[in-house]
T-cell receptor, first 115, second 116 residues
Framework: GAGVSQSPRYKVAKRGQDVALRCDPI?????LFWYQQALGQGPEFLTY????????KSGLPSDRFFAERPEGSVSTLKIQRTQQEDSAVYLC?????????????FGDGTRLSIL | AQKVTQAQTEISVVEKEDVTLDCVYE???????LFWYKQPPSGELVFLIR??????QNEISGRYSWNFQKSTSSFNFTITASQVVDSAVYFC?????????????FGTGTRLKVLA
């Protein structure tokens, strides 16, 4: 498809399990972002890639969160030893360049529920 | 510090009414960028409009219009003759020169319900 694709759409995991969330950005987009959106809140920045380089991970809430984009295209957000407060929608966005005036294009998100 | 405030948590209107969604921002940057996104129930954030801090020209696009006023740090969004399909959560977002890696600072969103 032409848009940002995220999978799975929904993920339910037990507390303590590891999860991996996938993002397939728009083809040719250099920049890729991950956001976390809690219920009733706006998205909050997690991390940013320019091609395969992770230039900013200041928003990752703990060292249990890890993101990678090894070939500068598909990205994976991994959460280890999940906790209930990790329950949220995880949004991926991409933009053509890193320019500040470039709009980010978002996927549908992965809704993560930790039991 | 940068901040976006959307004071209206939820607005309900009857179809065909006009509605304005408020956005107030804070930034110390002289160059910054403002965006509006729509989030329908499907969850995807849909880009609507962008403005840079040097462009205060207001814009009308169909039933949508935007009013950017630097003097009051506001970037408000109006829907004219609202329709049921406009029901969604609307987010205002800010990117400043000092944000480093171009991340968005989002407001908490305004949920718009348009009743038939």
């Amino acid at each position: 498809g032409a848009g940002v694709s995220q999978s799975p759409r929904y993920k339910v995991a037990k507390r303590g399990q590891d999860v991996a969330l996938r993002c397939d950005p728009i083809s040719g987009h250099v920049s890729l972002f991950w956001y976390q959106q809690a219920l009733g809140q706006g998205p909050e920045f997690l991390t940013y890639f320019q091609n395969e380089a992770q230039l900013d991970k200041s928003g990752l809430p703990s060292d249990r969160f890890f993101a990678e984009r090894p070939e500068g295209s598909v990205s994976t957000l991994k959460i280890q030893r999940t906790q209930q407060e990790d329950s949220a929608v995880y949004l991926c966005a991409s933009s053509l360049t890193g320019g500040r005036y470039q709009p980010q294009h978002f996927g549908d998100g992965t809704r993560l529920s930790i039991l | 510090a940068q901040k976006v405030t959307q004071a209206q948590t939820e607005i309900s209107v009857v179809e065909k009414e006009d509605v304005t969604l408020d956005c107030v921002y804070e930034t110390r940057d002289t160059t910054y960028y403002l965006f509006w996104y729509k989030q329908p129930p499907s969850g995807e954030l849909v880009f609507l409009i962008r403005r840079n801090s040097f462009d205060e020209q207001n814009e009308i696009s169909g039933r949508y219009s935007w009013n950017f006023q630097k003097s009051t740090s506001s970037f408000n969004f109006t829907i004219t003759a609202s329709q049921v399909v406009d029901s969604a959560v609307y987010f205002c977002a800010l990117r400043g020169e000092s944000s480093g890696t171009y991340k968005y600072i989002f407001g908490t969103g305004t949920r718009l319900k348009v009743l038939a």
